[in-house]
């Protein structure tokens, strides 16, 4: 069974440290994608980045970065100089290839406050 | 990226009544899908909106408690029926367009049932 597993519940931070959410996937399929996204007090998901399972190359965004091995099917997601604007609660997920549905499986997400 | 819209984005009712969510993508979309997020909780999967065809449910949900409809390939509905105080949640709804594999959100709708 496909199962993502975040587990940090929260952490909590101030303002310009570095902070790294966790994320660990369990799946049979080969081919399958992970996902990262934001969910911010006001509830709406904002996409953060999409990664495929044969791409394990990292991968840079401004203050953002993500680490993908699949040898310990991990997919980590680092905030770089942290921002009050990070505080939000983020999910790791998990597609099963699209030819099967490509439904969604998110982690139990992981709440990030940044302190002033 | 699809923009998605939701309506209403939060309504407050009673038990027993149905609630109609609607759901507006900006652009034709492969597939529509409804998810689940009850208060402090990761987000559950109740279906796949399938157009012109009933929809694929999950484990736990029904068709009878979640009826969904997908008339065309912008627009879908989720219908939240008998409801409950345990249907408190917010319901969002997301899309994927064809192959790019990214699914995209709306804003959600928060539901509270008294």
């Known amino acids: 069974a496909q199962k993502v597993t975040q587990a940090q519940t929260e952490i909590s931070v101030v303002e310009k440290e570095d902070v790294t959410l966790d994320c660990v996937y369990e799946t049979r399929d080969t081919t399958y994608y992970l996902f990262w996204y934001k969910q911010p007090p006001s509830g709406e998901l904002v996409f953060l980045i999409r990664?495929?399972?044969?791409?394990?190359q990292n991968e840079i965004s401004g203050r953002y970065s993500w680490n993908f091995q699949k040898s310990t099917s991990s997919f980590n997601f680092t905030i770089t100089a942290s921002q009050v604007v990070d505080s939000a609660v983020y999910f790791c997920a998990l597609s099963e290839a699209y030819n099967q549905g490509g439904k969604l499986i998110f982690g139990q997400g992981t709440e990030l406050s940044v302190k002033p | 990226s699809a923009v998605i819209s939701q309506k209403p984005s939060r309504d407050i009712c009673q038990r027993g009544t149905s609630l109609t969510i609607q759901c507006q993508v900006d652009?034709?979309?492969?597939?529509m899908f409804w998810y689940r997020q009850q208060p402090g909780q990761s987000l559950t999967l109740i279906a796949t909106?399938?157009?012109?065809?009933?929809?694929?449910?999950e484990s736990g949900f029904v068709i009878d408690k979640f009826p969904i409809s997908r008339p065309n390939l912008t627009f879908s509905t989720l219908t939240v029926s008998n409801m409950s105080p345990e249907d408190s949640s917010i319901y969002l709804c997301?899309?994927?367009?064809?192959?790019?594999?990214?699914?995209?959100f709306g804003p959600g709708t928060r539901l509270t049932v008294l």
């Open positions: 997301s899309a994927r367009q064809g192959g790019s594999g990214t699914q995209y």
């Open positions: 652009s034709q979309v492969t597939m």
């Open positions: 909106a399938n157009q012109g065809s009933e929809a694929t449910y």
């Open positions: 990664r495929n399972s044969f791409d394990e």
